[in-house]
């Protein structure tokens, strides 16, 4: 195995995906506390003096208790490195989630105990079935009423079609959670919470003579389900796990940092470690060939006080040195990286090498966009990062004109990170640009971020289009004569974006125009 080949053997580069308040972001936290990257974990919703999760960092996520960026932990564990690459658990994000899974090996889905397979999760999991990245289910808050594990496993098999393998079996039913039953090790493992639950829990290994003893019932009851998974075939098959034909899955609370090491000991043990990635000519890229990486996050102002814009790279092949000169992919231009870090939250650390499956911030990335790739040696290009269908429209214009500059500034910021899409025609001009999104609450981050980072208020107005398609220079002043119809370019790519009204108006004018060409985007569930 070559250096480069054992280093990436150490990699783990992995997304939690989850539906809104079923704990990510407090997992999260628990991850890195118990691979000793923090000293205390925060909580979302948190008591009065207990500190904020590490990885929600913009005023916005703080007051409103959700994540809306990504933010990327490194840490070690078991002499393996991690790459944690938290994603918006928000619906209205789905698309910055989407160019976070292009940059994972693999995705724990995290499930409350309560509320089982919910929307968003199952979207997300469409994403990771579409790009065949593995799953491991963690089925979290398992310390309050819950229902049935039995149950859960049921619905998890019937709405992914993935074959639950629990590697871990809870001890008590929801709210009564004494421990778990290592199903590979065949230990019982009893969990003791510490004071505020924001230091690690205490694991105490049982006999099955003593979990009987301390526990009695529960005990029972759990190893006889845990029997039974074994005889009807739920033991853990890798092979199957990597073709994403089943998910291990483990019972636990975040919160409490309960299962939380277990989780980890499964990342290490069974999780994938980096391959070769596919480039445009859907060739894998062998991980000892030169760096190559690609971009899948642009963030600008993470630290306030510096103003800068970090690119978030994953590296797919070689090995990465700070203050090598790379090739923009995009332009064919030089790109140099004296400034490289590995971020956690809004704390950096100098990085000075990386190797597949790590995840580097280059600072002052102003040329860097998402799906961007960057190379050294002979030219190679990974497949860029589509972007989703927008559903929700909005002008914006500045309420003082003196800002002008600042606003289209900003505007072109948020462009080029991917917060919002910008559309332009030659009938509404420049002065108030139509910027179109997937979810509603990406245009109050552009108004937040306005104001904070560029001191600009804006008025926004929304329009009257739901649906968005693909067109081109032929069909476009067809379609502009249209009632219901506004034809746009996309100022990122040049695409030409066709906005109706509704999906009735669309197929309205397909059918006076049949031969019109209206293509979907990604992720658009209307056909």
Known sequence: MTAIAQQASRRR????????????????????????AITEAGAVHGKAGRRGVTSDWMDMEKARGISITSAALRFEYRDHVFNLVDTPGHADFSEDTYRVLAAVDCAVMLLDAAKGMEPQTL????????RRIPVITFINKWDRPGREALELLDEIEERTGLRPTPITWPIGTG????????????????????????????????TPERALAEIGEDWERA??????????????????????????????????????????????????????????????????????????KVQANMDPSHRDRIAFVRVCSGRFERGMVLTHAATGRPFATKYAQSVFGQERAT?????????????????????DTLYEGPAVEFPKIPSFAPEHFWTARVR??????????????????????????????????????????QFDVVKHRLAGEFNTEIALDRLDFSLARLTDAE????????????????????????????????????RDHPDLVLEPLLADTRG
């Not at 979207?123 to 579409?130: A, N, P, Q, S």
């Not at 500059?405 to 919002?420: A, L, P, T, Y």
């Not at 332009?424 to 420049?430: P, T």
Request: glycine share 10%.
């Open 175 to 206: 709210g009564f959670f004494h421990g778990v039953i290592d199903r590979i090790g065949g230990q019982a493992v009893r969990y003791t919470r510490t004071p505020g639950g924001a230091t690690k829990a205490i694991e105490t290994e049982l």
């Open 223 to 296: 190893r006889e389900e845990a029997d039974l998974l074994t005889e009807i075939g739920s033991d853990h098959d890798q092979k199957a796990f990597e073709a994403h034909e089943s998910t291990p899955v483990l019972f636990g609370a975040a919160l409490s940092n309960f299962g939380v090491g277990r989780l980890l000991d499964a990342m290490v043990d069974i999780a994938p470690a980096p391959a070769p990635r596919p480039d445009v000519n859907d060739d894998p890229r062998p991980l000892e060939e030169p760096f190559a990486g690609l971009v899948f």
């Open 123 to 130: 979207k997300l999991f469409e994403v990771c079935r579409h």
């Open 13 to 36: 580069t992995f997304a939690v995906i989850s539906h809104p308040d079923a704990g990510k972001s407090t997992m999260t936290e628990a991850l890195a506390l118990h691979a000793s």
């Open 400 to 441: 003082d004109s003196s800002r002008s500059k600042q606003f289209r500034k900003g505007i072109e910021q948020m462009e080029g990170e991917g917060v919002v899409q910008v559309l332009r025609s030659e009938i509404r001009g420049d002065q108030s640009p139509v910027l179109a999104a997937v979810g509603p609450m």
């Open 475 to 510: 069909s476009a002043p067809i379609l502009a004569r249209q009632r219901g119809v506004e034809v746009f370019t996309r100022t990122l790519d040049g695409a030409l974006l066709a906005l109706f009204t509704d999906e009735w108006r669309m197929r309205g004018v397909l």
């Open 351 to 371: 990085i000075d090498e990386a190797f597949p499956g790590d995840v580097i911030g280059l600072v002052n990335a102003t040329a860097l966009r998402p799906g």
